[in-house]
């Protein structure tokens, strides 16, 4: 059996496991199935309890350079079930109907994929070496990256000695629909948000919206608030501290070949923003904040009508942030809004560990070394973000640690990340196998 193979093997026996950590399940057989391959490759592996999830710190290697990845073992909630087209646990093959063969399964893409095939490209390495790894690896996983990593900040502030490296492999990162390799050295911040409202104890007949208000309409009216038509945030003082892209950021963003028609088809999205193609798509999604509306709860939702007036409501946010945001800051920023247009009495909670934003160098030596291993590996010339417009835990690794990062892997524009039927290409897997083999030599020799 090849590397790749086996590489897939494991991803399968990941993939089977249900760690899903919003609902707290089988996060410690995760944990102790990642263990049970790395110790089976050589690593020493630490275990370190976490607020929801084991923290694993592996390290293996005794080589002049050192090398940190950060991946995690948890993964988002399956449902709805009713439209996956396979089983969630189960990895499946399908085909395309231009032939394209994916790999079907809650993790195959975020972010168990790029565990599976980042072992099997260290087991080649190793391999070619004589069964001695020629670099040090430090490898931290953990299980609660999909509920905000609650725990992961202060775990490397207190071991960060032991985390030095001259650099960091990120979780995540793609491959293009034109095939060529996406390199990303920056994630936005994250700050996940509720509000509410109440106006009674119990929901009123209908005839009562004459004289009582509405929390629906109220709620509705303070996010309309919040930004215009085109998505430009409302909050006053919330582009206050934004850093200004630097001119390697704005030189790499307009090297980006506008695929943004290959995103609209995938998904069937009707349209974007106004102005925002071309150049401007990528300013936007990698380096300019966003506020989202996730979901509208409240009332009467089912078949036919009910005339009622709700008790309350509440509705989901979540604001994209980049440097140099600060999450309380943004928070305090949107409440203080609140109040002053007339809304005191809708509350906001957070509900998720906030995410500071972080970007690294793109001229940095690490980062050239990533450009060089994909343009060897891809035969093509890489994409370069200066940012994802998702986001991670990455502030403390850049701010803490001081380390470079670079993002790079195995998904794709139709993934499907945290929606129903996730995916990698098969063919990328491949791909991904080859590019972390020669990024890992010339980590190496950097």
């Known amino acids: 059996m090849n590397h790749i193979e086996r590489g897939l093997e494991d991803l399968a026996a990941l993939v089977a496991i249900q760690s899903v950590s919003a609902q707290g399940r089988n996060l410690p057989e995760a944990a102790d199935a990642v263990t049970k391959l790395l110790e089976a490759e050589g690593f020493t592996v630490q275990r370190f309890a976490g607020q929801v999830a084991p923290i694993l710190l592996a390290q293996t290697g005794n080589g002049p350079r050192t090398l940190l990845i950060y991946n995690h073992y948890d993964v988002q909630p399956e449902s709805p079930l009713e439209l996956w087209e396979s089983a969630p646990f189960a990895l499946t093959e399908r085909a395309d109907k231009d032939g394209t063969v994916r790999l079907y399964g809650r993790g195959s893409s975020d972010d168990k994929g790029e565990i599976a095939v980042r072992l099997a490209a260290l087991r080649a390495l190793k391999e070619q070496h004589g069964g001695q790894l020629p670099l040090t690896i430090k490898w931290l996983l953990e299980g609660e990256e999909e509920v905000g990593s609650p725990s992961l900040e202060g775990f490397v502030r207190e071991h960060a000695a032991d985390l030095q490296a001259d650099g ?10 034109s095939g060529r390799p996406v390199l990303i050295a920056g994630v936005k911040g994250c700050v996940g948000l509720e509000l509410r409202c109440s106006i009674a104890n119990s929901d009123l007949h209908s005839a009562n919206g004459a004289v009582v208000d509405n929390p629906l309409w109220r709620l509705a009216a303070a996010v309309a608030s919040l930004r215009d038509a ?4 409302l909050i006053p003082g919330f582009y206050d501290d934004v850093l200004p892209p630097s001119a390697s950021d704005l030189e790499a963003i307009a090297s980006i070949p506008d695929e943004s028609a290959a995103l609209q088809s995938a998904y ?7 102005g925002a ?14 506020l989202n509306v996730n979901g509208f709860h409240g009332g009467y939702g089912d078949a036919g009508s009910k005339t009622v007036l709700p008790k309350d409501g509440f ?8 440097p140099n945001q600060r999450p309380a800051q943004i928070v305090q920023l949107l409440k203080a809004h609140l109040e002053q247009i007339g809304f ?3 509350e906001v909670f957070e509900t998720d560990a906030s995410l500071a934003p972080a970007r690294s160098p793109l001229d940095s030596a690490f980062m050239q070394t990533a450009i060089a291993a994909a343009r060897d590996s891809f035969q093509l010339e890489p994409i370069v973000q200066p940012s994802s417009g998702g986001s991670g835990p990455m502030g403390p690794f850049v701010e803490v640690l001081g380390l470079p990062v670079v993002c790079a892997g195995i998904s794709n524009h139709q993934a499907f990340v945290h929606a129903p039927n996730e995916n990698i290409v098969k063919a990328h897997f491949e791909q991904g196998f080859k590019f972390a083999l020669t990024f890992f030599t010339r980590v190496t020799a950097m």
Do not use: M, T
Not at 278 to 290: A, H, N, S, T
């Open 277 to 290: 193609s071309g150049q401007r798509f990528y300013e936007r999604y990698c380096l300019e904040p966003v």
């Open 230 to 233: 085109n998505g430009h945030v």
């Open 268 to 274: 069937g999205i009707k349209s974007f923003f106004k």
């Open 344 to 346: 005191p009495d809708i």
């Open 315 to 322: 509705v989901k946010l979540d604001l994209r942030l980049v």
């Open 168 to 177: 960091c492999l990120w979780e995540f990162g793609s491959i293009a629909p």
